[in-house]
């Protein structure tokens, strides 16, 4: 069975920065391209950015592309998000998730991606 932990979030001060995890398991991780959502209330998940399976390529939505980092550590299964100069806009709940091998990960869409994180919230005051 498949399983996405999220954790690191929580309230920051707008400028600050922040740094979320993902714990995969189930999966052979290294595979899998992954990438991480955000939903603000009333709205649907959003592309933040993702990052392929067997060294692929790294993809940034362009609201976040000269702050936020994905990266990923295949040896132990995990992916992280840095944050950085966060904004008030930038307050959401944020999803990792995974996509199977040879999905077209890269368009950034949230039916290319198979397995999803409960969410953690992150907070960001003015």
């Known amino acids: 069975q498949v399983r996405l932990v999220e954790s690191g979030g929580g309230l920051v001060q707008a400028g600050d920065s922040l740094r979320l995890s993902c714990t995969a398991s189930?999966?052979?991780?290294?595979?899998?391209?992954v990438g991480w959502f955000r939903r603000t209330p009333g709205n649907e998940r959003s592309f933040v950015a993702c990052i392929g399976g067997n060294g692929g390529s790294t993809f940034r939505a362009p609201s976040v592309r000269d702050r936020f980092t994905i990266s990923r550590d295949d040896a132990k299964g995990m992916m992280y998000l840095q944050m950085n100069d966060l904004k008030p806009d930038d307050t959401a709940v944020y999803y990792c998730a995974a996509a199977k091998p040879g999905a077209s990960y890269w368009v950034g869409a949230a039916y290319e991606f198979d397995y999803w994180g409960q969410g953690t919230q992150v907070t960001v005051s003015s």
């Open positions: 189930g999966l052979t991780f290294s595979t899998h391209a």
